[in-house]
């Protein structure tokens, strides 16, 4: 009687628990993709199990198994959203020269993200609000998050000062504050009070800023500098 190749079963058992496996985190990817529009526009407080068992058409206990709580859901919402917020705004502006070219670039990014979130909202600022004196898991991860885009942005303008771009005197912590409040005045002004121009508005501040700190003036693309040879 021939020998049985045991060797196959678990090669099959693993290709089975693989597939399982792979199938499981798709499954919480679209769960964490669903609460993530939810809470731009109901908040991370009004995110439960219930509410995207609902919205996914999935049941409770389905929920349930990928995230064990709502405070676990919350958590993986603002580390989703953390993660594609540096993937549209920070690594981008990483293929720019170091200095002004890459703080600009992090900027005019912020910005274009911002646009689209004055209509769909920030979790940044909106988890602020909820979770600016409550202490907990959920407000650390919101925190960490927010701190290691400023450590990001204060990394590109010592760039830009050790470039020579920038005054060598500048205070790195006074500009990053100084930006970062356009961004919130943006908000402020164009998703609550609706006033029409905040995105100019939000832009010449940022070129006033980096004025104030040292920087020449943009060229417009296309055009060359003018030099002492140049014909009036």
Known sequence: ?????????????????????????????????????????????????GVLAEATQMSKSGVFAHFGSREELQISVVREYHSRFEQEVFVPALGEPRGLPRLRAMFANWMKRTSIEIDSGCLYISGAVEFDDREGPVRDALIS??????????????????????????????MLFEIHGLILALHYEARFLKHPGSIARANAGFDRILRQYGAEPERPKNRPAKTSSSKE
């Open 145 to 174: 998050s927010v701190r290691t885009w400023h450590s990001a942005l204060r990394r590109a303008i010592q760039g830009a000062r050790e470039a020579g771009h920038l005054r060598a005197d500048l205070e790195d912590e006074q």
């Open 1 to 49: 009687m021939p020998a049985t190749d045991l060797s196959l079963k678990p090669s099959r058992a693993s290709d089975r628990e693989a597939r399982g496996l792979q199938k499981g985190q798709q499954t919480k990817a679209a769960i964490v993709d669903a609460a993530l529009a939810l809470a731009t526009q109901i908040g991370l407080e009004g995110l439960s199990i």
